[in-house]
């Protein structure tokens, strides 16, 4: 690794990676109309992270299903970004699913 020293404490996204967690949050924000949701991400990680797949499970009345999703969203330290909408089929009755993430580190260019 090169550059400069990273503050005593800081987790890298190699070692979240390793110890079996993710380096980024996502959170969810209403469509209007109760058309869906949008799911973002942000990075909390100091390495640059590209989030490459997503997967629906436990689907109940969503739109498209069940699946998985192959995305390349790249993110660098501290920024947020869209991954996925997630509508309903029914628009008036609820809607439930689980997600799960593949992601990777982008490498860092030689100095």
Same mark, same amino acid.
């Given at each position: 690794?090169?550059?400069?020293?990273?503050?005593?404490?800081?987790?890298?996204?190699?070692?979240?990676?390793? @110890? &079996?967690?993710?380096?980024?949050?996502?959170?969810? *924000?209403?469509? !209007?109309?109760?058309? %869906?949701?949008? =799911?973002?991400? $942000?990075?909390?990680?100091?390495?640059?992270?590209?989030?490459?797949?997503?997967?629906?499970?436990?689907?109940?009345?969503?739109? @498209? &299903?069940?699946?998985?999703?192959?995305?390349?969203? *790249?993110?660098? !330290?501290?920024?947020? %970004?869209?991954? =996925?909408?997630? $509508?309903?089929?029914?628009?008036?009755?609820?809607?439930?699913?689980?997600?799960?993430?593949?992601?990777?580190?982008?490498?860092?260019?030689?100095?």
């Amino acid at each position: 690794m090169t550059g400069a020293p990273l503050p005593h404490g800081t987790l890298l996204a190699q070692d979240v990676l390793e @110890a &079996g967690g993710q380096p980024f949050e996502t959170w969810t *924000a209403a469509l !209007p109309y109760r058309r %869906g949701v949008v =799911i973002w991400a $942000r990075n909390t990680s100091p390495d640059t992270v590209v989030i490459t797949q997503v997967q629906v499970t436990h689907c109940l009345n969503i739109g @498209a &299903g069940c699946g998985v999703t192959h995305l390349n969203v *790249a993110l660098n !330290p501290g920024d947020s %970004g869209r991954t =996925i909408t997630i $509508r309903p089929r029914l628009w008036d009755d609820r809607y439930v699913y689980q997600l799960s993430w593949q992601w990777t580190i982008a490498e860092r260019p030689s100095p």
